[in-house]
């Protein structure tokens, strides 16, 4: 088996938010950011310490769907809906239910949400961007099935 045949593609993710999978197409800013400080041995010039500083921002999460009449849990998605429950994000493999990557988050925030230009001359979809603050995300990697 090739090494490309373990690789995670990017089009088949699950997410759940408050314990409820909800279906997105897209999601953006999957990241985690952690900032130091450098600081000088005293009487040595030739060593920097990094001590990792207190979080001063929580990191933001952006979900994209498209508006449909009645889903009614996405429609509690507005400014100031805490996720008490977290959000964990699986990317799926093309085939099996082990996810290939999990992304989790033990709290978060709606912080943002926008519609897309509504447009009179276009036939495009409506799409909802929702932000989330969340206070960090860790990521775990399945190990299963790969080939080293």
Request: hydrophobic share 40%; charged share 20%; aromatic share 6%.
């Amino acid at each position: 088996m090739a090494q490309q045949d373990n690789l995670a593609k990017r089009t088949k993710f699950t997410v759940i938010l408050d314990g409820m999978p909800l279906g997105f197409s897209k999601v953006s800013n999957l990241s985690a950011t952690m900032e130091f400080e450098a600081v000088s041995e005293g009487g040595v010039n030739d060593r920097i310490h990094y001590l990792p500083k207190p979080r001063q921002s929580l990191d933001k999460l952006v979900l994209e769907y498209g508006i449909a009449s009645g889903e009614l849990m996405r429609t509690t998605l507005t400014a100031g809906y805490e996720l008490k429950k977290g959000i964990v994000i699986m990317v799926m493999p093309e085939s099996g239910s082990i996810p290939t990557a999990t992304y989790q988050a033990d709290w978060g925030i709606v912080t943002k949400w926008e519609i897309d230009t509504l447009d009179a001359v276009s036939s495009g979809l409506l799409i909802k961007k929702v932000e989330i603050s969340h206070n960090g995300l860790s990521e775990t990697i399945n190990k299963i099935g790969i080939n080293i």
